[in-house]
Every structure is written in structure tokens, then in C-alpha cells.
């Protein structure tokens, strides 16, 4: 640290960064139009003036020196910020200074004697209200470039520019056309740094940003979409939500956002929200009275249990609840129901890597936190597009990669970070393991391993080296369509870099060997010794959903107790029985799948669905309609009255994320508070006020009265999670597991000392590539692959009721140009697509991105049908389905 004088008082601050820092350290607030802590400096509108070392400099852009003396909060200084902000005033419109407006310039002028008769602009430039989160008002712009160096620095998108000279520059889209044609992902970063409400999201606060201080009531929260876990204020104003805004000081976001946590809100406010429960009486649903609610589903378990035991009752728990509601859904179905037959959406996404990982290193979490991953030299990026899945860590990630970091990445698509790799990798689709492989062959061919690491710190070497010798580059080449020059490429690259990291998503896990898939992934990590030594950064998914890990590590599995001990243990359910007071039964209960099988079959006479679209994000989704119409009771918490709602028997009205309290665990395995910001509409209730209400109307009393209460019982169950509480992270913000003692840091990298497997040391996997479940043939020549698009999010029930349907208004069926001229496919134009398990109907969009052979599209529009095209082959080891693999054929329409 260097210590700087500032008006007398000494402030330490690290070496070199800007005085800004310094004054504002010491206490002394200045105008810095121009400027914005999360990219790099300008100097350009010099509000910011200081006297250092009696030179008058810009404070931004000099950087801080050891024994420097500073002078900020003089008259004559003061004179001269007030000089250059009138300057700029001087060409705006007196709108710019409006009473009551929120903006920093206003607030600024205000601190300054700054009025509004300053401002003598004529206007007249007009402005862009194409977009639904994005409106530019040109006469209020001051061309101090904010918003470009935001949108290319921090998001990555370069989608905005400087038109114009001298007094007539202004911003635009770099297309030239209309906000709404433009590139523009709608992150909100150039709203929020805008100083002027010449960017602004359209509503009631204009000009609200995270630098504003006049806002009213700010709740911090973590976002209820994507695994990530982006940090958010969420402003209200008259019981409304007024904005949503990046945390500055968010641990994962750091102040960026993206379309969906900044903007998609209208979900919560739509006429189609539940907000009383719903009761079928012959055939049709009504609205009924919660005790009314209550007793039919109380009722209904009851005679479920009597008729075919408790294992005739099952639950999907859900990856959008707090850990806390997933902890009391499992302890419901294990304490009163007596089954273990409860389950969440990880099944049908990352159980593969909970099994995978589980197996090589002996934790179902990703091996380091991805403020490590940043820092590699090398990122191999496997089956995921995080610039539209999880676009903040895309973001993050593109940056690193600009700034010099190689780029593998290994995806059938051409998108996202694609267009930035070294080297490019699109194997077909279902030959991941040949592909890892192939990978692992020339790490060993090539003497790129870690011998010391091997020898000491890793099991199966032989074995794999053995099995190895079977995938060359030229035969792997043969099975996954990958050039052999590309594969040793890659491989080099992983191989010869100081500190490699591997990220990864669905595109490793949906498959009919998607465990297999992640452990010949991990072998590369471990072949490198680039986990658990600070020289690489392991292995890390990217998880789907807001709270994926977290429903898994609060126990919503069949298998296992929270912190994944297993229910075959008598040590682990002895210690849940202490806790619980009851018996835990010691027969692993149904997976997902399984459920509906024994729904179809007449054995499951009771389901209850919590916070899950099943007909709409499950595999071959005309097998599960009829499942749930074969069930007796099936009970459904929703948000909106989906398509798994219609087939109920009974649906409860659910709080939002914005709505409840609790936690959720993001996809480095950080544990973060979830707070209300509004209250739920109507009758609607959180999901653990509806757990409770349902255990008392079987006259149990579950314990855990609050969100925090709940976590800290989990917290006696499982060593992992025993130095977490609700304060603590209301003190710190994110702490990560494992986090065994409450006055220690969690672990944020694992393995620094051993692994947690049995004997310490990490397994190779040494097993075959086998092919995928479908394959295509003359009838279903076309492979098609589903995933996600950035506008929107899962089934899209909360994206497509808002701003975002003008964004992206229909599901696209992405076909090759070849194919498209081979099937009399028109861009644009509607088209049937079928496989052998069912129908859909999309729109074509002709485009290079996808290979000729292959066809992707998203799952966010259910009407679409996309999902009764899926098939019901799932993953040998998890039953996850294999999305990313099923024989189509497309006719126009």
C-alpha cells in the first residue's frame, strides 16, 4: 500500500492506482463525468481536478506515488470543477437539471450550486426508443464515452460507438440502424454508467443508476436466474420495484448485470400470476381458499400413504427455490411422508457432474472459484456458450481472453466465445469421451503431464494409459469429425500453459454417457496436475439454474442426506435421526424419471412439483403428460398457471425470487442471502411458508420456523455447511463451501492438501467411448441439439412475460445453409420438425452456426413442442436425459 496525503489526511492506497481513489478514500466526494471504477480511466472531461505535488492534473487518470500531497477541497480547485461541469452543461437542454432528477450529472450540479438555467441547450437531436430496457435521448448525451468503453470493456458486445464532431458527437449503435436491430444484449451497462439520463431504462425512476443516492428503499439480493449468482440492489418506490441494479461490489458480478436479472421483472407484476390457490373440480380448475387447498393435498398424501405406502408419494423440488425451501421439502418427504423419493432439475441437467466430480475427486462441486479460473493462461471451454447462458461470466471470460489468455473451445456451434478461440473444436455431437480422449492422448504422447503429481496425488494412471492407446488422433478424428491437427493443437495449448482451467456446461452432461463424459474431462486437470496446486484451475461447471447446486447440496435427491451423505449410511441417517427425531429410511427413493414411470405404471399415486414446468423442460414430454394425468393427486407450487399446472389436481400460488427470504448457492459453490424486496401478490406464498402450511395440515410440526432457522439445522447436519448462517452472511456477503467452522473462511479452492476420496488421491477414469442413444438415419437425418438463447431463460415463463418477448418473440430452429437448400428450408418461414418420439413447429433461421448434419434450437417457447422431440435415453450413471442428442427431419410448411 502507498501512502498518500489528501488535504492532510493520509490514506493508504495500493501503488499506482488513480487519486481518485485517494480523494474519495479520504472522504471527499468529486465529479468524474467521464469516469467509472469498473474499466479503465479517460481524462477526458476534467471535473475531476486536483492539485498533486503542485500541479493541477486530471485525478483519474494519475495514478498515486508513494509521498504524494494532494489538494482537493479548495476554493480555487473547487472553482475550477465547477468551471468544466458548466462548460458541459452549457449544451444541454435545462431538462438535463430537472427537479427531482436522479442522474449524477444533476446530482452533481446540485452539489456544486449548479442550477438548472445553466443549461441553454437547444435539443432537437432526438433520440431511440426502439428498444423495451433502452432508451437514448440525444440531447442529453455529453459524448464522454461511458457507454462504449462499458459495452467493450466490461460486456464485451462492442455494439455501441461515437458519431459525429466536435459539439455534434453523440452515441449510436454501431450498425446505424435502430437500438433494437443493433448487437446490443441489453446488459444495462450503458443505463447504469450513463452520468446524464441520455441512456435510460424507460419506467418510473429515469436516471436511476448504481451511482445514484438519492434512490429510495435498496434491497440487496442475488439473482433468481442463472447459476451465477450476479449480486443485486432492487429499488423500490410506492411497493413497486423501481430498478433492479448490479451490486458494485457484487463477488462474482462486480457491478455488470445481464437482460434478464437487470430488466426482466415484468413477470412479477403480470395479469397471469397466480395469486389464489387453484382446486380441480370436474375437470376444471378453481380458485378455492388456502384451507380449503390445504386440506385436499394433506388429504391427498394421506391416501396416497394408505394405498401403497410412502413410497407412493414423490417431489421435484426446484432449482429456482432458496436452499432453505429445498432443505424443508426434503426433511417433509423424509419425516412425514417416510420416503426418500424426492428429487430436483439437477437430474435433468448437472447430475452427471455431481457424479463425475464426485467420483474423481470426491466433492459434487466445481474445484475452484472462478476468481482463479480468471486468472488462467489457458481456458479450455467445453459444451458451453456462457456469452448467452450465463453472459456476465462470458463477459469475464471474453475479457481475459483479450487481454491475452489462449482459448480452447470445444462445441458443435459456432458461437459466443467461438469466434475468439486459438483453436476451435466442433465434434459431433455424442463423442465427447472419444474427444477427451483424444485430448488425453497427446498430453501423454507428448510428455505435457505432471509426473511428481501423478505419482503422488493420483490413482489409474496404467489404466488410462492402456486405454489411451486405442485414441489417437487420427481415429478420434475418424469418430468425432474433429481434424487431428486441430485435437493436438488444443492439446498443446492445455498442455504447455502455466496455469489451464476448464469450464464446461450442458453440452458435457446431456448425454447418454454424460458422467463418463465429466470424468474423462476431470483426467485432463488431472493428467496436467492443474488441480489442487495453485499451477491450474481444475474443473468447473457452469450450472443452469439460480440454485442448482444448492438443491442438491441441501439433500432434494433421492440418494443422498444434505451434504451429500448417502441414505445407505447408517452413520450419516443416525445423525439426521438426531436431528429430525424420526427414522430416516434407508432405501434410495425415485429419480425424476423414475417417478413418472411409476406415475404410467399406477405405483406413484401422489406428486408434488414445486417450482418446475416438467411437460415443458422434461424429455419426450408427451410421455410425461400422460404420467402426470395417470397420477391421482398431483400438486403443483407455480408462479403462472403452466403447462405441468394444467395437469394438477391442485396448484398453490408461489412467491418469486424477489419475494422471499433465504439463500441460494451459485455455480462456484458460494452461499449468498436472498432477501424480499416486495411483497408476493395476492394470496401467493413463499414455498417454505407453503411446506409449513402443508406439515401442519398433517398435523406435523417441521421446526426450522424461519429461512434462518432452516440453514442453521442443515448446518448441524453436515460438516460442510456448519460454518454457515444467515449472519454471517449478512457480515460477508458470499461464503463458499465446504465451510466446517463458523470462525474460519470457507474453502473457495479444494484439494490444496488431498483429495476427498477415500485414499486422498484423484481417479483417472479409463473408460470407452461408447456411441449416443440416437443416431441419425434416412428417415431422421438431421441430429438436433437443444440449449439456451440469451434473452431468455428455462422454460421461459418469467422472459416471455415482459420486454424481452419484443427482444426475441419466437423459437428459431437453427438450420445449416446446406441443409436448408437440401430440405426446402426458407429462412423465416415456419416448419415442422420431427422425431421418432414426437412433433414441433419453429421458425428456420438459416445460419453457419450450426454444421451442416445438425440443427439446434432453445426450449423457452413450450408451445413450440420442442420437448416431445426429445427422447427418454438417459445417462447410465444419473439418469440425466440426453438432450443433446436426438434424430430429426424438417419439412416446410
Sequence with gaps: MTPIEVDGVVVDVPEGVPLLAAVRGAGIELPALCHDDRFSPAGSCRTCLVRADGRVVASCVTPAAA???VEAATDGLRALRRQAVEVIVSALPPRALAPGSRTELAEVCRSLGIGPGKATGAGGRGGDDSHPYVHLDRDLCIACDRCVRMCADVQGTFALTLVGRGADTVVAPGTGGPWAQSDCVACGGCVDTCPTGAIVEPGPAPGLTTASSRAATRTRTTCGYCGVGCTLDVVTEDGGIAA???????????????????????????PERLTRPLLRREGRLEPVGWDEALRH????????????????????????????????????MRVVIGTNSVDNCSRLCHSPSAAGLTATFGLPGGTDTFDDVERSDCLLIVGANPVEAHPVVGARLLQRVLRGARLVVADPRAVGLAAHADVHLRPRPGTNVALFHGLAHVLLAEDLVDHAFLRDRAAGLPELTELLDDYPPDRVAAITGVPAADLVAAARLYGRAECPAIVYGLGVTEHLHGTDGVRTLANLAVLRGAVGTGRGFGVNPLRGQNNVQGASDMGALPDVLPGYGTVTDPAV????????????????????????????????????????????????????????????????????????????????????WLEKDGTFVNFDRRFQRVRPAVAPPGQARSDFEIVHAVAAAMHTDLGCPTPAAALAECARLTPHFAGLSHQRLNREGAVPWPCPDPARPGQATLYRERFATADGRARLAATRYLPPGEQPDDHFPLILVTGRRWAHYNSG???????????????????HPDDAARYDVRDGAPLTVESRHGQARLIARVSEQTPPGQVFCSFHFPASGVNRLTSDHTDTATSCPEYKVTAVRVAAL
Design 244 to 270: 433492479v441494479l448490479p451490486a458494485r461490489d457484487g463477488p462474482v458480478n462486480r457491478g455488470h448485470a445481464c437482460v434478464k436479472g437487470r430488466f426482466a421483472r415484468g413477470y412479477r407484476t403480470s
Design 797 to 815: 415463463s418469467m422472459t416471455r412475460r415482459g420486454g424481452n418477448l419484443a427482444i426475441d418473440p419466437v423459437d428459431h430452429l437453427d438450420v
Design 573 to 656: 441417517r443416525s445423525r439426521a435421526e438426531d436431528v429430525w427425531g424420526v427414522t430416516v429410511p434407508d432405501r434410495p427413493g425415485l429419480r425424476i424419471p423414475e417417478m413418472f414411470a411409476a406415475a404410467r405404471a399406477g405405483r406413484l399415486r401422489a406428486l408434488w412439483v414445486v417450482g418446475e414446468d416438467v411437460c415443458a423442460t422434461d424429455p419426450d414430454a408427451n410421455r410425461v403428460a400422460q404420467a402426470l394425468d395417470a397420477c391421482p393427486l398431483v400438486v403443483c407450487n407455480e408462479l403462472f398457471l403452466s403447462e405441468t399446472a394444467r395437469h394438477a389436481d391442485i396448484v398453490l400460488p408461489a412467491a418469486s
Design 67 to 69: 509521498g504524494a500531497r
Design 297 to 332: 393435498v394433506a388429504e391427498g398424501l394421506r391416501t396416497a400413504v394408505r394405498a401403497g405406502g410412502p413410497d407412493a408419494v414423490a417431489a421435484i423440488s426446484s432449482a429456482r427455490a432458496t436452499n432453505e425451501e429445498n432443505y424443508l421439502l426434503q426433511k417433509f
